[in-house]
């Protein structure tokens, strides 16, 4: 099927930047929306940044301003760029994509998951 593999998360000060990226492989016949959602502990998961496959975005009101979400089609990989981290910002992070995979069918796929911790 799909794997997402999720790299680049880890601990950061408060103000401070950190990229996590996010590559899909397996029976991908066409990536549509890929994005990113967070959960906090004791908190739902909610949505980050998400851009879907003509390059539309939109983002949480939180993070607006200093989050960037950028795709690599070819590679099929996303990308999550947060700068000005703030402690309110950790969270496991996770990405999701929705698939069409070879056989046709339509699927969403998450990660594992990547913990980024924002403390001084």
């Known amino acids: 099927q799909v794997q997402l593999v999720e790299s680049g998360g880890g601990l950061v000060q408060p103000g401070g930047s950190l990229r996590v990226s996010c590559a899909a492989s397996g029976s991908i016949r066409i990536i549509y929306g890929m994005g990113w959602y967070r959960q906090a502990p004791g908190k739902q998961r909610e949505l980050v940044a998400r851009e879907n496959s003509v390059g539309g975005t939109n983002y949480a009101d939180s993070v607006k301003g200093r989050f960037t979400i950028s795709r690599d089609n070819a590679k099929n990989t996303v990308y999550l760029q947060m700068n000005s981290l703030e402690p309110e910002d950790t969270a496991v992070y996770y990405c999701?994509?929705?698939?069409?995979?070879?056989?046709?069918?339509?699927?969403?796929?998450w990660g594992q998951g990547t913990q980024v911790t924002v403390s001084s």
């Open positions: 999701y994509a929705q698939v069409r995979v070879v056989g046709g069918s339509l699927h969403d796929y």
